[in-house]
Protein backbone atom coordinates (compact mmCIF):
# COMPACT_ATOMS: atom_id res chain seq x y z
CA UNK A 1 0.00 0.00 0.00
CA UNK A 2 1.81 3.38 -1.02
CA UNK A 3 1.65 6.16 1.39
CA UNK A 4 -0.58 8.34 -1.15
CA UNK A 5 -2.93 5.57 -0.91
CA UNK A 6 -3.23 5.36 2.60
CA UNK A 7 -3.79 9.08 3.28
CA UNK A 8 -6.27 8.86 0.35
CA UNK A 9 -8.31 6.35 2.04
CA UNK A 10 -7.80 8.18 5.64
CA UNK A 11 -8.94 11.45 4.04
CA UNK A 12 -12.46 9.43 2.21
CA UNK A 13 -13.07 8.15 5.33
CA UNK A 14 -12.88 10.86 7.89
CA UNK A 15 -14.83 12.85 5.41
CA UNK A 16 -17.84 10.83 5.44
CA UNK A 17 -17.60 10.20 9.05
CA UNK A 18 -17.49 13.88 9.43
CA UNK A 19 -20.05 14.12 6.92
CA UNK A 20 -22.32 12.31 9.04
CA UNK A 21 -21.76 13.09 12.70
CA UNK A 22 -19.87 16.32 12.74
CA UNK A 23 -16.21 17.41 14.06
CA UNK A 24 -17.56 16.98 17.72
CA UNK A 25 -19.31 13.86 17.41
CA UNK A 26 -16.90 11.86 14.92
CA UNK A 27 -14.45 9.55 16.33
CA UNK A 28 -10.84 8.50 15.33
CA UNK A 29 -11.61 5.18 16.19
CA UNK A 30 -14.48 5.21 13.85
CA UNK A 31 -12.26 6.48 10.83
CA UNK A 32 -9.05 4.65 11.46
CA UNK A 33 -12.02 1.38 11.71
CA UNK A 34 -13.65 2.57 8.39
CA UNK A 35 -10.30 3.51 6.46
CA UNK A 36 -9.04 0.01 7.76
CA UNK A 37 -5.93 2.26 9.08
CA UNK A 38 -4.69 1.63 13.12
CA UNK A 39 -4.53 5.61 15.03
CA UNK A 40 -1.22 5.56 14.66
CA UNK A 41 -1.63 6.01 10.84
CA UNK A 42 -3.76 9.19 11.54
CA UNK A 43 -1.36 10.64 13.51
CA UNK A 44 1.75 9.94 10.95
CA UNK A 45 -0.38 11.94 8.02
CA UNK A 46 -2.38 14.40 10.29
CA UNK A 47 -0.62 14.97 13.60
CA UNK A 48 -4.66 15.58 15.46
CA UNK A 49 -8.25 15.11 14.62
CA UNK A 50 -8.66 18.70 13.89
CA UNK A 51 -6.01 18.80 11.02
CA UNK A 52 -7.48 15.60 10.01
CA UNK A 53 -11.40 17.66 9.63
CA UNK A 54 -9.19 20.59 8.36
CA UNK A 55 -7.56 18.29 5.59
CA UNK A 56 -10.61 16.46 5.24
CA UNK A 57 -13.17 19.43 4.44
CA UNK A 58 -10.67 20.44 2.01
CA UNK A 59 -10.49 16.99 0.03
CA UNK A 60 -14.25 16.95 0.06
CA UNK A 61 -13.78 20.71 -1.90
CA UNK A 62 -11.34 19.22 -4.07
CA UNK A 63 -13.23 16.34 -5.38
CA UNK A 64 -16.48 18.71 -5.61
CA UNK A 65 -14.55 21.02 -7.98
CA UNK A 66 -13.69 18.18 -10.22
CA UNK A 67 -17.46 16.57 -9.62
CA UNK A 68 -18.78 19.87 -10.79
CA UNK A 69 -15.98 21.95 -12.64
CA UNK A 70 -16.24 25.48 -14.08
CA UNK A 71 -16.36 25.39 -17.80
CA UNK A 72 -13.61 27.36 -20.07
CA UNK A 73 -14.35 30.44 -21.22
CA UNK A 74 -12.39 32.87 -23.77
CA UNK A 75 -12.06 36.26 -24.12
CA UNK A 76 -15.20 36.18 -26.41
CA UNK A 77 -17.39 34.12 -23.97
CA UNK A 78 -20.31 36.86 -23.50
CA UNK A 79 -20.81 37.88 -19.79
CA UNK A 80 -24.11 36.56 -19.47
CA UNK A 81 -23.07 32.99 -20.97
CA UNK A 82 -21.06 33.00 -18.38
CA UNK A 83 -23.48 34.09 -15.68
CA UNK A 84 -25.75 31.16 -16.52
CA UNK A 85 -23.04 28.41 -16.73
CA UNK A 86 -21.46 29.69 -13.11
CA UNK A 87 -24.81 29.64 -11.16
CA UNK A 88 -25.06 26.26 -13.23
CA UNK A 89 -22.08 24.87 -11.61
CA UNK A 90 -22.80 26.03 -8.40
CA UNK A 91 -25.58 25.18 -8.16
CA UNK A 92 -24.75 20.88 -9.46
CA UNK A 93 -22.32 21.69 -6.78
CA UNK A 94 -24.57 22.64 -3.86
CA UNK A 95 -27.24 20.19 -4.63
CA UNK A 96 -25.42 17.14 -5.50
CA UNK A 97 -25.46 16.71 -8.91
CA UNK A 98 -24.35 14.32 -10.01
CA UNK A 99 -25.35 11.97 -7.31
CA UNK A 100 -25.86 12.75 -3.44
CA UNK A 101 -22.06 12.86 -2.18
CA UNK A 102 -20.58 13.36 1.33
CA UNK A 103 -18.51 15.87 0.52
CA UNK A 104 -21.35 18.75 -0.22
CA UNK A 105 -22.61 17.88 3.13
CA UNK A 106 -19.79 18.27 4.75
CA UNK A 107 -18.79 21.48 2.86
CA UNK A 108 -22.48 22.86 4.02
CA UNK A 109 -22.36 21.55 7.37
CA UNK A 110 -19.02 23.68 7.50
CA UNK A 111 -20.38 26.39 6.64
CA UNK A 112 -23.71 26.40 8.57
CA UNK A 113 -21.30 25.17 11.68
CA UNK A 114 -17.63 27.14 11.02
CA UNK A 115 -14.71 26.09 12.66
CA UNK A 116 -10.94 26.70 11.57
CA UNK A 117 -11.48 24.79 8.63
CA UNK A 118 -14.17 27.24 7.30
CA UNK A 119 -11.39 29.97 7.45
CA UNK A 120 -8.85 28.13 4.96
CA UNK A 121 -11.80 27.28 2.97
CA UNK A 122 -12.74 30.64 2.16
CA UNK A 123 -9.16 31.77 1.29
CA UNK A 124 -8.27 28.62 -0.89
CA UNK A 125 -11.34 28.02 -2.70
CA UNK A 126 -14.36 30.75 -1.67
CA UNK A 127 -12.53 33.56 -2.26
CA UNK A 128 -11.12 32.60 -5.84
CA UNK A 129 -14.67 31.50 -6.84
CA UNK A 130 -16.56 34.82 -5.22
CA UNK A 131 -14.17 36.79 -7.34
CA UNK A 132 -14.80 34.96 -10.58
CA UNK A 133 -18.23 36.13 -10.25
CA UNK A 134 -17.78 39.36 -9.01
CA UNK A 135 -15.28 39.80 -12.34
CA UNK A 136 -18.59 38.00 -14.39
CA UNK A 137 -20.86 41.18 -13.05
CA UNK A 138 -18.22 43.60 -13.52
CA UNK A 139 -18.34 42.97 -17.20
CA UNK A 140 -22.36 43.84 -17.05
CA UNK A 141 -22.05 47.12 -15.02
CA UNK A 142 -20.82 50.56 -15.57
CA UNK A 143 -17.00 50.92 -15.01
CA UNK A 144 -18.17 53.70 -12.37
CA UNK A 145 -20.54 50.94 -9.94
CA UNK A 146 -19.07 50.61 -6.73
CA UNK A 147 -16.98 47.61 -5.73
CA UNK A 148 -20.13 47.24 -3.18
CA UNK A 149 -22.84 47.37 -5.56
CA UNK A 150 -21.18 44.56 -7.23
CA UNK A 151 -20.65 42.35 -3.84
CA UNK A 152 -24.25 42.99 -3.28
CA UNK A 153 -25.08 41.59 -6.71
CA UNK A 154 -22.77 38.88 -5.70
CA UNK A 155 -24.21 37.79 -3.05
CA UNK A 156 -27.69 37.92 -4.43
CA UNK A 157 -26.47 35.09 -6.81
CA UNK A 158 -25.10 33.43 -4.28
CA UNK A 159 -28.00 33.85 -1.93
CA UNK A 160 -30.62 32.33 -4.30
CA UNK A 161 -28.26 29.45 -5.21
CA UNK A 162 -27.59 28.30 -1.15
CA UNK A 163 -30.88 28.73 -0.24
CA UNK A 164 -32.16 26.22 -1.79
CA UNK A 165 -29.83 23.52 0.16
CA UNK A 166 -29.88 25.16 3.54
CA UNK A 167 -33.47 25.02 3.20
CA UNK A 168 -34.61 21.46 1.78
CA UNK A 169 -36.86 20.50 4.34
CA UNK A 170 -39.02 23.66 4.37
CA UNK A 171 -39.20 23.29 0.77
CA UNK A 172 -40.51 19.77 0.93
CA UNK A 173 -43.27 21.23 3.10
CA UNK A 174 -44.34 24.30 1.06
CA UNK A 175 -43.97 22.77 -2.02
CA UNK A 176 -45.94 19.52 -4.00
CA UNK A 177 -43.33 16.53 -4.13
CA UNK A 178 -44.24 16.58 -7.90
CA UNK A 179 -43.50 20.04 -8.80
CA UNK A 180 -40.63 19.61 -6.84
CA UNK A 181 -39.53 17.02 -8.84
CA UNK A 182 -40.51 18.23 -12.34
CA UNK A 183 -40.15 22.06 -11.98
CA UNK A 184 -37.03 22.57 -9.44
CA UNK A 185 -34.71 21.01 -11.04
CA UNK A 186 -31.46 22.09 -11.32
CA UNK A 187 -31.03 23.48 -14.70
CA UNK A 188 -34.87 25.16 -14.11
CA UNK A 189 -33.24 26.42 -10.81
CA UNK A 190 -30.52 28.07 -13.03
CA UNK A 191 -32.51 29.84 -15.69
CA UNK A 192 -34.57 31.16 -13.01
CA UNK A 193 -32.07 32.58 -11.15
CA UNK A 194 -29.97 33.70 -14.14
CA UNK A 195 -33.09 35.23 -15.50
CA UNK A 196 -33.92 37.27 -12.15
CA UNK A 197 -29.80 38.57 -12.07
CA UNK A 198 -29.71 39.60 -15.46
CA UNK A 199 -33.16 41.05 -15.73
CA UNK A 200 -32.13 43.29 -12.93
CA UNK A 201 -29.11 43.86 -14.33
CA UNK A 202 -30.83 45.01 -17.45
CA UNK A 203 -29.35 42.12 -19.66
CA UNK A 204 -32.52 40.49 -20.52
CA UNK A 205 -35.68 41.44 -22.13
CA UNK A 206 -39.38 39.93 -21.09
CA UNK A 207 -39.32 38.23 -24.53
CA UNK A 208 -35.96 36.85 -23.64
CA UNK A 209 -37.05 35.67 -19.69
CA UNK A 210 -36.88 31.26 -19.38
CA UNK A 211 -40.75 31.89 -18.72
CA UNK A 212 -41.30 35.22 -19.51
CA UNK A 213 -43.84 37.26 -17.29
CA UNK A 214 -46.36 37.95 -19.94
CA UNK A 215 -47.16 34.53 -20.57
CA UNK A 216 -47.02 33.47 -16.75
CA UNK A 217 -49.68 36.25 -16.52
CA UNK A 218 -51.65 35.31 -19.42
CA UNK A 219 -51.82 31.71 -18.56
CA UNK A 220 -53.37 32.90 -14.39
CA UNK A 221 -55.72 34.80 -16.15
CA UNK A 222 -56.89 31.85 -18.92
CA UNK A 223 -56.74 29.54 -15.66
Not at 143 to 155: G, S
Not at 183 to 197: A, N, P, R, Y
Amino acid sequence: MTTDSTRERILQAAGEQFATDGFAQATIRAICRKAGVNIAAVNYYFGDKERLYIEAVKHARRLREKQAPLPTWTSSTPAEKKLREFVLTLLRRMLCEPGDPWQTRLIIREIMEPTKACEELVQEAFRPFFQILVDILREMMPATTPLYTVHHWALSVIGQCFYYRANEKILTMLIDQEELRQQFTVEKLSEHISDVILRGLGHLSSSSLSHPVATLRSNDETA
